[in-house]
């Protein structure tokens, strides 16, 4: 029974090889020809915008501390407002892995990730992203969600006017 | 001593211990918000339940309200227990805002640990939220109601244990509300740790908002630099810049709490015009330019002059081992001009104060533990804050506590306030020091003679001077009032407020050497040609500027070694920058002889927020660090005296070295620290010397420290300087009749270092025929200095 196996085994191989030889090629002519990847794609990390278009990112610093390869580094900053925001915002793709770990903590959905593959440079300093650079127009995937309107703290909305809330209690009367 | 049975652990614990605490010491933690070690139990926030199996009571009870009993069978994790827990999580949070990414607390938050612990994740309770306006309580804390889980931690802490009494609780119902009345700054100096105790992210600390995340912080067990008590804390740094400072536990210490000056006072190591280079002139040179330059000058000098001709300098900031490398590179120049405070009074004071019998010292834990407590010309909250917290403490358990000053010393608590001038002080505790002849001085009998009795009568008398106040002989007269108020039961202790957070190691060290003056007087006769100056700034401590000033200028070399700008500085011929506190480690040595070791937090280094411009970091690589050029000082000594510069080596040398530094080298910075073995010996020769009876216009100029604005490293960090108060004097009522002043109005007080404009403000509770000015670096009043005798003075409207 042994030979049987070993000249199915030797036979095997050429007829698959012969068989591919006349299917259509899986391989495109990169870069003249570009596939369109999956839509949750692992490519470049964007920064996104709310539906009101300000920044959604609050420097809540859960990406930069999910990140297994520490490529992300921010500084949270207050604006006049109360809004919490990055100052600044940096992410470096030559550690980055891809992985998607921070799309995952960003409790605020800011950090999304794009089917952008295309990062290879000579120059190290072109792969390190600013806030700038990071930062889009757009809300990404998400469009409906404003962290604001749903963390009551009187950002977005004044105090007790977010869906779900009754107005700031008057805490001098101790009428029922 | 009940015996009980916790999850299958027996332990056995003091009658009136808790179940929870009872828990802790087998290591099992017990989930809970509102109690606390130092504040005790309330039975609030009903997250501590535990099954009791069997014993006294039965079924699920809050471990924090029962007292353990013999018998008591206990299970911390059972399954109707874990149910309830996550109840009572998802009750609390029915209200919350859900805001963790924007919230300073997060990472740090009880709340959210017990959320994750309790297995609560979605929000099913669909009703609306309640919301609350938030209050501006000043430039420390930030207010976020809407965060509150009603734990009261905040009342109990602000109201009950540090006195304050514009913030609690507000409302009724489900609307409680902690705040003040009104929008406000919190008044209290220990506002401070309600950021602390606040389990979650209500009150957080203004100063750090929005700037790291705790995992993000560089922390290291540290000690506080800003007064002579060392308590504990943790500073926290991130991007080379010190960011806050947190309390830490040190329970014969500060406990668990300190005072804003040592929470908010942590700016100096950020501050833009430290000095971080070394200079020649106010020419930027190299390291090695620096010391080969100061090397040949010493070496110059003492071949011309003699090694005498080099006078050095430390101060109750440097570290031990500082103090110590000073004292042996001194011996090695061959030099004996050596000294370890620039300010003569309190540089004598800490001499006596360090040879103060150690079992008759207090620490701070005796003085919590205390029934009497007589303070004699000691302002606690100007001088060394965290005392008056140690102070109500014993008042809220009974003890009597008795403040002779003629300063309007304020405490938070109840206590009994004599107005006794400055002379009557020391005659009133040379009284005190004989106790039986009761030769006190007129119109004092009844204040002595009452005071000796409750001393002798007391189970755990306490005696707290201040050092600038009372003097050299001051504070030798309070150790014999003392020694001769002690019953062999009843101890009497004393407590003394020296300079600085390492004033008694500098005491210790001082043996019979020169005090300051004496080398002035050698600049002056030209004998000193150099002076080294290690983490001292004589021409701001010295009393009289005008002399030292003019004796600096004399010199042929003035070198200061130091972390701060200081007023030294800008005269300095040499200058090598140093680190602060939180930059290296060292030993401190705190005012009852406490040796307390403290770990390095993070390296020295211009902030990347001040070397980026607010902007993002720089986007090119570099091996060298901005302003990464300080070295700890007595890591300079070690190389200008060719040593290796390792901390053990040093320490066990200077155990080998001096018997009473015992135990120094297995020091741990995260432990109580140790005392030290044995006092220094000294006795005043001095005769006591009181000043002449000034002329009836002439009132006596008392010079004083202030909570903010007179301590040099805390006045250099810029969120304490809203709080700082402006230039002023204080006049009895009497004086102020008198000269035809008014309250608030401007006053020209003539003082031997000019005529100044200040603010009049009238104290009804002080010493008439005195003027009080604080020490306000920065501002007219900077030249005088505390720990002096009175000065005359006069005062006239502006």
New interface residues.
């Given amino acids: 029974m042994s030979l049987w196996r070993d000249i199915r085994g030797t036979i095997l191989p050429f007829w698959v090889t012969l068989r591919y030889l006349f299917r259509r090629p899986v391989t495109v002519c990169y870069p003249e020809r570009k596939q369109t990847p999956a839509p949750r794609y692992r490519g470049r990390l964007v920064l996104t915008r709310d539906p009101d278009g300000e920044e959604r990112c ?5 990406c ?2 999910a990140c297994p390869v520490d490529c992300i ?1 921010m ?4 604006r006049e407002d109360g809004r ?1 925001h990055a ?4 992410i470096n793709f030559s550690r980055c892995i891809f992985c998607g770990l921070c799309t995952e903590a960003c ?2 959905l800011a950090l999304q990730m794009t089917s952008e593959y295309e990062l290879a440079s000579r120059e190290l ?1 072109q792969v ?1 992203y ?2 700038d650079e990071l930062l889009i127009d757009g809300c990404g995937k998400n469009d409906g969600y404003n ?1 604001y309107r ?6 977005a909305a004044p ?2 006017s977010n869906p ?11 009428l ?1 | 001593m009940p015996t009980l049975i916790i999850d299958n652990q027996t332990v056995t614990v003091p009658e009136g211990t808790n179940v929870l605490e009872a828990a802790k010491r087998l290591g099992i933690e017990i989930p809970h918000f509102c109690h606390h070690e130092a504040l005790g139990s309330v039975g609030a926030c009903r997250l501590c339940a535990v099954e009791f199996r069997e014993g006294p009571v039965k079924g699920i009870q809050m471990s924090c309200m029962v007292p353990a009993k013999d018998g008591m069978v206990v299970d911390t994790g059972s399954a109707e227990v874990l149910a309830y827990r996550a109840q009572v999580i998802e009750w609390l949070m029915t209200n919350h805002p859900h805001d963790c990414p924007v919230c300073d607390e997060g990472g740090e938050c009880q709340l959210q640990d017990m959320t994750v612990a309790g297995g609560h994740g979605i929000r099913r309770y669909t009703g609306p939220k309640r919301t609350y306006q938030n209050q501006n309580l000043g430039p420390f804390i930030a207010h976020e109601m809407n965060r509150c889980i009603q734990c009261y931690r905040c009342v109990r802490t602000y109201q009950d244990y540090c006195g304050g009494t514009d913030f609690g609780v507000l409302g009724s119902r489900q609307r409680l509300y902690f705040g003040r009345f009104s929008d406000g700054p919190l008044e209290s100096p220990f506002a401070g740790n309600l950021i602390d105790v606040c389990p979650t992210g209500v009150l957080t600390d203004k100063t750090y908002r929005f700037k790291s995340r705790i995992w993000d912080l560089q922390e290291a067990p540290s000690i506080c630099p800003h007064c002579s008590l060392g308590c504990a804390v943790t500073p926290g740094a991130r991007y080379r810049q010190l960011q806050r400072r947190r309390a830490r536990t040190n329970n014969r210490t500060n406990g668990h709490f300190i005072c804003d000056r040592g929470r908010f006072g942590y700016g100096y190591a950020n501050h833009p015009d430290r000095p971080r280079y070394p200079l020649l002139g106010h020419r930027r040179v190299t390291w090695q330019e620096a010391l080969a330059a100061l090397q040949n000058k010493l070496q110059e000098l003492g071949e011309l002059f003699g090694p005498g001709s080099i006078g050095l300098l430390t101060s109750s900031r440097a570290t031990l081992e500082t103090q110590f490398l000073t004292k042996r590179w001194a011996a090695a120049l061959g030099s004996d001009q050596l000294c370890f405070e620039a300010h003569p009074g309190r540089d004598l004071g800490a001499r006596v104060a360090a040879s103060q019998r150690l079992d008759r010292t207090a620490s701070l834990e005796d003085v919590r533990n205390c029934d009497l407590a007589v303070l004699i010309g000691a302002d606690p909250l100007s001088e060394a804050p965290m005392l008056a917290l140690a102070l109500r403490q014993a008042a809220r358990r009974g003890a009597r506590i008795v403040v002779v000053d003629p300063r309007p010393v304020e405490l938070p608590l109840a206590y009994e306030r004599h107005a006794v001038s400055v002379e009557k002080l020391g005659q009133l505790l040379r009284g005190l020091s004989r106790p039986q002849q009761s030769e006190f001085p007129s119109s004092m009998e009844e204040l002595g003679g009452s005071l000796a009795s409750a001393l002798l009568a007391a189970k755990s008398p306490l005696l707290i001077g201040g050092t600038d106040l009372l003097g050299p002989q001051g504070t030798e007269a309070m150790q014999q009032a003392a020694e001769a108020c002690s019953q062999p039961e009843t101890p009497c202790r004393t407590m003394f407020l020296l300079a600085g957070p390492n004033s008694f190691g500098g005491a210790l060290l001082s043996a019979e050497g020169p005090c300051f003056s004496s080398l002035l007087e050698g600049m002056e006769q030209g004998r000193i040609k150099a002076l080294l100056c290690f983490e001292a700034d004589p021409l701001a401590d010295y009393p009289d500027r005008k002399r030292s000033r003019a004796a600096l200028a004399r010199l042929d070399m003035l070198a200061v070694f130091d972390c701060a700008a200081t007023a030294t500085l800008q005269e300095a011929d040499l200058f090598f920058p140093t680190t602060a506190v939180e930059e290296s480690t060292g030993t401190l040595i705190n005012n009852e002889g406490r040796m307390q070791a403290f770990e390095q937090v993070f390296s020295a280094g211009t902030p990347l927020a001040e070397s980026a411009g607010g902007s993002h970091p720089p986007r090119f690589f570099s091996r060298d660090i901005p302003g990464s050029e300080p070295q700890s000082a007595w890591g300079i000594l070690g190389a200008l005296m060719g040593r290796s510069a390792d901390l053990l080596t040093l320490r066990s040398e200077i155990e080998k070295n001096d018997h009473r530094f015992a135990g120094l080298s297995q020091l741990e910075a995260r432990g109580e620290g140790r005392r030290i073995a044995a006092p220094r010996q000294y006795s005043l020769s001095h005769q006591p010397n009181i000043s002449g009876i000034m002329g009836s216009d002439q009132l006596q100029l008392l010079v004083t420290e202030t909570l903010y604005g007179s301590e040099l490293l805390s006045n250099l960090s810029s969120c304490l300087h809203e709080s700082t108060p402006s230039a002023f004097v204080m006049l009895h009522p009497q004086d102020a009749a008198r000269f035809k002043l008014e309250e608030g109005k401007k006053v020209l007080l003539g003082t031997p270092v000019g005529d100044l404009t200040l603010t009049l403000r009238i104290a009804g509770d002080m010493v008439p025929g005195m003027a009080i000015v604080p020490r306000l670096r920065g501002t007219v009043l900077e030249p005088l200095v505390p720990g002096t005798e009175p000065l005359p003075c006069r005062i006239e409207k502006a």
């Fill in positions: 609050v420097a809540c610093h859960l930069s501390a580094s500084q949270a900053a207050e919490r100052a600044w915002f940096r409790p605020t300093l390190i600013e806030k962290f749903l963390a009551g703290i009187g950002v105090r007790g779900g809330e009754t107005p700031p209690v008057d805490f001098r009367s101790n029922p």
